[in-house]
C-alpha cells in the first residue's frame, strides 16, 4: 500500500515478485525471519521488500 501511493514502478515489482512464486516468497519472507527473531516480522518483511525492490524512501 506504502509503495502504490508513492512509487507505481516500485508497486509494480513487489507485485510482480510475489506473485512469480507466491508460496516460494512467502517461505523466503518466513526464513529471514526465522534468521532474525530480534526484529519485529514487519520490519524483516520490508527489509526483504526493500531488497528486492528499492527503499521505501519518497520525497
Do not use: T
Request: proline share 3%; net charge negative; with cysteine.
Amino acid at each position: 500500500m506504502i509503495a502504490n501511493e508513492n512509487d507505481k514502478q516500485q508497486s509494480q515489482c513487489i507485485s510482480d515478485w510475489y506473485a512469480e512464486d507466491r508460496r516460494g516468497r512467502e517461505q523466503y519472507i518466513y526464513d529471514v525471519m526465522g534468521k532474525a527473531l530480534d526484529f519485529h516480522p514487519m520490519g524483516v518483511i520490508i527489509a526483504v521488500l526493500e531488497k528486492k525492490c528499492g527503499p521505501f524512501k519518497y520525497q
